[in-house]
């Protein structure tokens, strides 16, 4: 049976990880097993929205809310946090999120299934995945990485959240 979430539109995803002191880079997906660029954590980075719940269409000021909803979750979780917004190449589609560091891949998608996430992205040293939240279904590539200007977290700087 094929799958009704949107593997190809995954693959075509990009995302921009930001940290707390303004390092940004872009990830894009790539053939599985290249990984361009120079991984700049020792753990995986996940990263879970709380935008569109359910794969359903939320207003803008609707997904607002609930990010600002899981950003207080997880800041008081202690754990680390970044930026991690995925957008389409063709950039007429994002979704703000948060990217968790250091912590265990059962522990985000426990949060994602939380917030009613279809799935989470995992970038790692070898590889950029979507694992499906239900079913732990795995979809791997390679990554390329590319700096992006510095600023801070949820500065949108390149108009792509406000778009959305």
Known sequence: MASSLPIAAWRQT??????PSGDAWAVHPAELGKCEGIY???SPVHVISAWNPGSKKL?????WHLHAQLLEELTASKAEIWEGTGS???EDWTEVGIARVGCSLDSSISIARRWEQDAIWEWHREGLA???CNSG????WGWILAALPSRKPFDDLEG???AS
Request: net charge negative; no cysteine; charged share 30%.
């Open 14 to 19: 990009w995302l921009r990880i930001v940290s």
């Open 40 to 42: 700049p954590q020792d």
């Open 59 to 63: 207003s803008a000021d609707e997904n």
């Open 88 to 90: 389409s190449r063709t």
């Open 130 to 132: 979507v694992v499906e």
């Open 137 to 140: 279904l795995r979809h791997e």
């Open 160 to 162: 792509l959240i406000a």
